[in-house]
């Protein structure tokens, strides 16, 4: 689904937890950053376990959306119930892809970085971090979540951050154009390339988001400026 897949991680078992009594457990989630989706439009929600590395996926409907979250409901069916109340009390079963990818040697991990798929691919962000990123950024299946969630990382090497950069593929994508505009890493040449392609409406927004740098936002003006 694209912009239209939205990605959930957890910090550990107990905060997994928490989000199943408090939302999950009622047939919601509230999805943490921007999305390009509107009230009502359909879209999936794929959670991890911050343990076992397993992904779960949902498909429901964008109710409310803001700048900090995106808040969506899923039809919960009493199969769903269970199968989600499992999937929250499972951190138990540590011999699994957490445990897998820890032991491997570094060819394993660039192995499963280039062909994992998306449960293997965020756990091994989540163990590796930096050492993996250059790999997964390679992978033809990576998603425009895990995309952002790599552009937005303030210790993102420049040379990595210049492929994201010059893909405009993922660029297109608001999700990662916002991730990159957030990053202070980025110079001058790549922000105008950010910049760029972004629709009008949209680059008018940019020199009043505080969250931006001041160099981001210059850079808009002067572009508006031209335009």
Request: proline content about 6%.
């Amino acid at each position: 689904m694209g912009d239209r897949s939205l990605l959930i991680t957890f910090d550990d078992e107990d905060h997994l937890g928490r989000v199943y009594e408090r939302e999950l457990e009622q047939g919601r989630v509230s999805c943490p950053g921007e999305t390009e989706l509107a009230v009502g439009e359909r879209c999936e929600v794929v959670l991890v376990h911050p343990e076992t590395g397993d992904s779960f996926l949902l498909e429901g409907k964008a109710v409310k959306v803001t700048e900090q979250a995106t808040e969506v409901h899923f039809g919960s069916t009493p199969l769903l119930k269970n199968q989600l109340k499992k999937f929250a009390g499972e951190g138990g079963r540590r011999d699994n892809i957490q445990q897998r990818l820890r032991a491997l040697p570094a060819a394993g991990r660039r192995r499963v970085a280039l062909a994992g798929d998306l449960t293997e691919r965020v756990a091994l962000e989540r163990i590796y971090g930096k050492e993996v990123w250059e790999a997964l950024l390679q992978n033809n299946r990576i998603t425009m979540p895990e995309v952002a969630r790599m552009a937005r990382m303030g210790t993102m090497p420049k040379p990595l951050l210049e492929t994201i950069v010059n893909n405009p593929g993922w660029v297109k994508v608001p999700q990662v154009r916002r991730a990159l505009l957030a990053n202070r890493r980025l110079d001058g040449p790549m922000i105008q390339k950010v910049l760029r392609l972004a629709p009008r409406a949209e680059l008018e927004l940019v020199p009043k988001q505080t969250a931006y740098p001041m160099a981001v936002r210059s850079a808009a003006k002067q572009m508006l400026t031209g335009r």
